[in-house]
C-alpha cells in the first residue's frame, strides 16, 4: 500500500539587516534621502571652492563642476568633452548630447572662459597638447565616470553636505535654474538637449519660483 510522505514544512529564508537572504535591499525613494534634486548655486559655489583647495588638482575638479552645471551636462558629456568642441574666439562651446540628444551650441560665460584656459595651460604644461579637457592624474587619459561621481562623493564630505548629492544633480540644477528665470520650455528643451518636450516640461512644473510674486485678491 502506498502511503504518502508528510510534506515538509515550508522553509523561510532567513532576515538579514536588508532584507530576506538571496532579495536585493529595495531602493529607497529619492525623497527619503534627500529633500530636493537640485542644488542651488551657493551650494554649488561652496563645491567649488571646497575642490579647489582640495590638492593640486582642484582647479580641475571645480572647472568640471562648473562646466557641467552651466551646460546642463550629464557625467558621460562631461568625461567625453575636447578641446576641439571650445571655441575660444567666439566664445562659445558645442555640445554633444548623450542619450541620442540633440547637439547644440552654447555660449561660454567670462567664468567659464577664464576657467578652461587656465585648465589648458596646466594640462600642456604637464601632458603637452592633448585632445581631452579633463584629464586623470595618470598619463594624461581623459577621466572616466567612475572619477567624476568619486569626485562628487568626496566633495560631499568635505563641504559637509546635509544630505546625499549626486553629478546628475548639476544637470537638474541647471535646469531649475534657467525654468526659474522664465525661461519657456521649448527653449529650455533646446538647451538641455531634450528629444522629447515632456523632459524639459518637468523642470517648468517643479521650478520653486514659478508662483512668486503671485497675490491673492
Known sequence: MYIKAPASPTKTAPASIYGRVGFPPRRRKNSDIRPREFLTEPEINKLMDVARRHNRWGH???????????????????????????????????????????????????????????????????????????????????????????MFADLEVMAKMPWSIHPHQLRHSCATKYANLGKDTRSLQGFLGHRNIQSSVVYCSLAPNRFQGWEKE
Open 60 to 150: 580641475r575638479d571645480a572647472t568640471a563642476v562648473l562646466v557641467a552645471f552651466s551646460h546642463g551636462l550629464r557625467p558621460v558629456e562631461l568625461c567625453g568633452l575636447e578641446w576641439g568642441q571650445i571655441d575660444f574666439r567666439q566664445g562659445s562651446i558645442l555640445i554633444h548630447r548623450a542619450k541620442n540628444g540633440i547637439p547644440s551650441t552654447h555660449y561660454l560665460s567670462g567664468k567659464t572662459l577664464r576657467a578652461l584656459r587656465q585648465l589648458q595651460r596646466e594640462n600642456h604644461g604637464r601632458y603637452g597638447p592633448g585632445r581631452y579637457i579633463f584629464l586623470s592624474e595618470r598619463g594624461g587619459t581623459p577621466v572616466t565616470t567612475a572619477w567624476f561621481r568619486k
